[in-house]
T-cell receptor
Framework: EPEVTQTPSHQVTQMGQEVILRCVPISNHLYFYWYRQILGQKVEFLVSFYNNEISEKSEIFDDQFSVERPDGSNFTLKIRSTKLEDSAMYFC?????????FGPGTRLTVL | AQTVTQSQPEMSVQEAETVTLSCTYDTSENNYYLFWYKQPPSRQMILVIRQEAYKQQNATENRFSVNFQKAAKSFSLKISDSQLGDTAMYFC????????????????FGAGTRLAVHP
């Protein structure tokens, strides 16, 4: 069964560095999302993406964040200058039949 | 704004027993979807079950079923014949249905309930 995939599984970076998190959504899905989960807390919506543009973004998704679909398969989340508080699990999801299917997540650790 | 509340931070159950996880939500919308997601220690988010608000019949998926009470804004998950592999965090989630969009929208999650299944 098709799955959402994410790379890397774990990313360690220094504060102020740029990171790019990558996702490959399920191939026939049209809507894509990024969520994050700080350890021990609830899952929070970051951004939704459809037809090569952002559909909606949360207050968390400030100018340090950007998303892109550089080709027909990848969907990326870029954080330009990471902060300590960006340490979290980042999940990509894609939509089929009104249900969102999540990737395994990328654990981002900012030192 | 919509909110989702899971009032049970932790629960435990014996293997083969039945357990019910509670979820309430607040919305003024009439058309929406409700979900339960399971997050095992691997932290993968796994879709367990979905309920459409316009459907009166409660959704079921094998050992998992829901009790959807629209008027009370309640959406509980029942796990029958609990198995050790059911040990996980369980998140309730709400999605507002946007007309003519195909129903795609962001999920709003509750804080989760940590379920432990004991042998």
């Amino acid at each position: 069964e098709p799955e959402v995939t994410q790379t890397p599984s774990h990313q360690v970076t220094q504060m102020g560095q740029e990171v790019i998190l990558r996702c490959v959504p399920i191939s026939n899905h049209l809507y894509f999302y990024w969520y994050r989960q700080i350890l021990g807390q609830k899952v929070e919506f970051l951004v939704s993406f459809y037809n090569n543009e952002i559909s909606e973004k949360s207050e968390i998704f400030d100018d340090q964040f950007s998303v892109e679909r550089p080709d027909g398969s990848n969907f990326t989340l870029k954080i330009r200058s990471t902060k300590l508080e960006d340490s979290a699990m980042y999940f990509c999801a894609s939509t089929r039949d009104y249900s969102q299917y999540f990737g395994p997540g990328t654990r981002l650790t900012v030192l | 704004a919509q909110t989702v509340t899971q009032s049970q931070p932790e629960m435990s159950v014996q293997e083969a027993e039945t357990v019910t996880l509670s979820c309430t939500y607040d919305t003024s919308e009439n058309n929406y979807y409700l979900f339960w997601y399971k997050q095992p220690p691997s932290r993968q988010m796994i879709l367990v079950i979905r309920q459409e608000a316009y459907k009166q019949q409660n959704a079921t998926e094998n050992r998992f079923s829901v009790n959807f009470q629209k008027a009370a804004k309640s959406f509980s998950l029942k796990i029958s014949d609990s198995q050790l592999g059911d040990t996980a965090m369980y998140f309730c989630a709400f999605m507002k249905a946007i007309p003519f969009s195909g129903g795609y929208n962001k999920l709003i999650f509750g804080a989760g309930t940590r379920l432990a299944v004991h042998p």
